[in-house]
């Protein structure tokens, strides 16, 4: 009965208000201003003629152009801890690592799909590993009650 009342009183709350804000910053990006190191980046990215990047790529690298997406990934922690210690020795981030790998595979079919295969079997073995957990965590439910 007490949950009732808790659900009730939950469901008649009211949010408060907020006000809107008077200081709202405005930010103002300069896309003319350049650091020499990215200047030097995409003089050496036109001019290497060993470039394995496709045509259409190296037509995505224009800088006022270039838009990143924000993504969260979850990968397993020894992989994770090998992949953060290359990137470390090789000075690039993990995103660019992946972005390089990606564009790579896509002109190697077979490299590609020897990766899908291997992919499609880590992945059920980590649903088998969810399965697993989620069967653990609900017979410790039904023990507790």
């Known amino acids: 009965m007490s949950q009732e009342n808790a659900l009730d009183r939950l469901m008649k709350k009211q949010k408060p208000t907020v006000l809107t804000r008077i200081d709202v910053v405005k930010e103002s990006v300069s896309h003319d201003v350049k650091t020499s190191q990215q200047q030097d980046i995409m003089?050496?990215?036109?001019?290497?003629?060993?470039?394995?990047?496709?045509?259409?790529?190296?037509?995505?690298?224009?800088?006022?152009?270039?838009e990143t997406v924000r993504n969260t990934i979850r990968i397993e922690s020894t992989v994770d801890l090998e992949l953060r210690q290359l990137c470390h020795d090789e000075r690039i981030t993990k995103e660019t690592f992946l972005e390089a790998a990606y564009l790579y595979l896509t002109e190697n079919p077979d490299g590609l799909a020897e990766v899908i295969y291997s992919a499609q079997e880590r992945l059920q073995h980590r649903k088998a590993i969810a399965d697993y957990k989620r069967a653990k965590t609900m017979q410790q439910r039904f023990l507790e009650s």
């Open 43 to 66: 003089t050496s990215i036109s001019h290497d003629s060993k470039t394995t990047l496709s045509q259409d790529y190296q037509t995505q690298l224009n800088p006022d152009a270039f």
